[in-house]
């Protein structure tokens, strides 16, 4: 795997739409370990979580005060992300937020459940917790997916 290719598995672990159900492939199609994918996917992507704060907590205020179209956009997928949030959180607290992470589709990681623990006011420690753990189970079932379908060692292809 080249400097490039990390770069890209690292920028498309850090991107809202793909994280880790883009880095990981990507990084194993490129020629990286399947653990070497895993391990560096996961690793980026709970960078997410304190990233997400510190912005929401920060240059978000200042961005809202000052740029209509910001305004425009954050509040279309704030509105959502709390439909998609909200009745997780409601029913299983921090555990909604991990699950919520931890299902590897589209608009449903690191990035919207993080939004989502700060638009109800959870507690920041615990959040970051639960994106943590839901960022590693992602990472373990996207791997294995990967593992049960792709390369000449996959079960996939041993079998048909």
Known sequence: MTSLDLLITILLALAPISELRGAIPYAYIQGAPLLQAALLGAAVNALVGP?????????HHLLYRHLAWYVTLFDRFVERT???VERKVERYGYWGIFL????PF??????????????LGLDKRRSLLAVFGGVALSAIIVTTI???GFGEHSIFIKHF
Do not use: D, N, Q, S
């Open 51 to 59: 990233i997400a704060f510190t912005f929401l907590e920060t240059l």
């Open 82 to 84: 709390r439909r998609k």
């Open 100 to 103: 919520f992470v931890a299902v």
């Open 106 to 119: 589209p608009l449903t990681g690191a990035w919207t459940g993080t939004l989502g623990a700060w638009l």
């Open 146 to 148: 990967i593992a049960l």
